[in-house]
Every structure is written in structure tokens, then in C-alpha cells.
């Protein structure tokens, strides 16, 4: 599978953008308050927290939900969507990856996102823009092929529940991008961040290391596609394999999710969102550490 030549754009090309209709910009941050204090001019804020994720059940919000969504942001179904935001993209990587659950065609994100736009010292605006509604279709159709529940998980690895080991197939691949601390269970949490309601710590049998800025350079770019190549096989985790990759709640893996898939054309790479806030609490599931 060929890597996606529309997967990221430029701030040039965001820039010239600006103005079309055809296009939707959205800012999606970790900080869901920095939209307010200054934002590329016509970008719309989509927050991580209530606008995607279903306000009762663990989970995203549903089709309807996302149709309304799509709606008020003025999308339509051939709207061009382009994401950025702070921290290496982290959270704009979450929100396409969410897109491309409800089939969203064209999704597209700002390389360098927030911090590039700002270092280049291009315009920003305190305005929220006014966008006139759509009518988005209600998404059809299954996310089976980029996300992946416990069950498939526990498959994944050739283990079931209450059995201690596990046997990953040759032309299977597992990635846990959290830190080194969360991968060797000595903390159940992000480094710098509160202490998370997780009762184990460790990673799921099989799962190779590799952190998600890895594929960030200091200026908050990906690393080009020899370096992540290079990252990737470097550990076991080639484009032949199925590859499942995973984080705390599915949002750094997004990140990865979106290297893989998108940058580097793996053809068969699914998100585990539940990850290890659902993994970290369930019963007689494997842990290594």
C-alpha cells in the first residue's frame, strides 16, 4: 500500500487555503484552551474531550452525533478537513483518526502544527469564525479495518483470558507507545502527569517499545519517511505484518496509527483505544513486565 500523498500538508499550503470553501480548518489541542488565546484565522476549535467522546459511555460519540458534528463545522461529505494542533499534532492526530472511523474521505494534517504556525510568525486571530451549516449524512459502514476492542486484541496476541502467556504470530505486530516508565510498569501514567486509576501496570505480551514523539523532530514535523522506516523496522514492525498499536487511552497511538498507515502505507494497521486504561483494569488479562 502506498503512503497517503495527502495525509500532510504544509503551513504554506494551509496558508493559501485559508479562504476556501472547499476547506475546513480544525484545531484540535491537548490544552483545549489555547484555541481562545490565538488561532490560525478560520480555523475552527474541535475539542478532544466534548466534542468527540460520548459524554455517559467510554467511547466516541456515535454516528448520529458525529453527522451533527460534521454538520455544524460546516462539513460536507468532499469538505477537505485539515487538522493541527500542539504537542507533536498528538491531539489533531486523534481527531483524523476519529474522521477516518466515520469514513471521512479527505482528512489532512498541518505538519508542525500549532507550534510551526506560530514560529513562523503567521497571522493569528482571537475571532471564531461563522460558518454556515451543513446537512452531513449519518456515517454507514464498519471501523473494523483501523480499530481493534480487547477481544481482537486477546486474539491478536494467541492468548485468552486467564491464561498467563501469549504467542504473537511472525507476520504480527504489537506497538505500545507509551514511555519507557509505563512500558516497564514502573508508573501507570504519563510522565509530568497525575497518578490515573489503573490497578496494573506493565505492557500486553509481545508489545515492542517505541514511544510516540520518536516520530516527531524537535520542531514538532514528522521525521521523514526514511527515518520513521528506520524507527519502525528497526523493531520488528515492518509493512508486511498486521500491526496493532496501543497507549493509555488511544490517543498517542493515534499518532502512530497515522505514521504507519498513512505516512509509511502500511496496509493492515489497527488503534486499540481502549489500551491500557482498559487493559490495566480488566481481569485475568496478560501483563508482562
Request: glycine share 10%; net charge negative.
Amino acid at each position: 500500500m502506498p503512503a497517503n500523498p495527502n495525509a500532510l500538508v504544509s503551513t504554506d499550503w494551509v496558508a493559501d487555503h485559508l479562504n476556501d470553501p472547499n476547506v475546513r480548518v480544525l484545531e484540535s489541542n491537548e490544552d483545549v484552551l489555547l484555541y481562545e488565546t490565538g488561532h490560525a484565522p478560520g480555523a475552527q476549535k474541535l475539542d478532544w474531550h466534548a466534542d468527540l467522546n460520548d459524554p455517559v459511555t467510554r467511547d466516541f460519540i456515535g454516528r448520529q452525533a458525529f453527522a451533527q458534528l460534521a454538520s455544524r463545522l460546516g462539513i460536507g461529505p468532499d469538505t477537505t478537513v485539515v487538522f493541527y494542533g500542539d504537542r507533536n499534532n498528538w491531539w489533531a492526530a486523534y481527531a483524523y483518526w476519529i474522521f477516518k472511523l466515520y469514513g471521512h474521505g479527505d482528512t489532512r494534517i498541518m505538519d508542525g502544527g500549532r507550534a510551526k504556525w506560530l514560529a513562523e510568525g503567521r497571522p493569528t486571530t482571537k475571532d471564531t469564525p461563522s460558518v454556515q451549516a451543513t446537512n452531513y449524512p449519518t456515517p454507514s459502514g464498519s471501523d473494523a479495518a483501523i480499530r481493534a476492542f480487547q477481544d481482537d486484541v486477546l486474539g491478536f496476541i494467541g492468548s485468552r483470558r486467564g491464561e498467563r502467556g501469549a504467542s504473537l504470530a511472525a507476520n504480527r505486530a504489537l506497538v505500545d507507545v507509551r514511555s519507557p516508565g509505563e512500558y516497564s510498569g514502573q508508573v501507570t501514567h504519563m510522565p509530568d502527569y497525575p497518578q490515573e486509576g489503573v490497578l496494573r501496570g506493565g505492557h500486553i505480551p509481545g508489545a515492542q517499545s517505541i514511544p510516540w514523539a520518536q516520530a516527531a523532530n524537535p520542531d514538532q514535523t514528522f521525521k521523514s519517511p526514511a527515518e520513521l522506516k528506520a524507527l519502525y523496522e528497526g523493531k520488528g514492525v515492518s509493512p508486511d505484518k498486521e500491526v496493532v498499536v496501543y497507549c493509555r487511552i488511544g490517543e498517542r497511538s493515534s499518532h502512530t496509527w497515522f505514521v504507519l498507515h498513512e505516512l509509511l502505507g502500511y496496509e493492515n494497521v489497527r488503534n486499540y483505544d481502549g489500551s491500557w486504561t482498559e487493559w490495566g483494569n480488566s481481569v485475568r488479562v496478560p501483563i508482562e513486565k
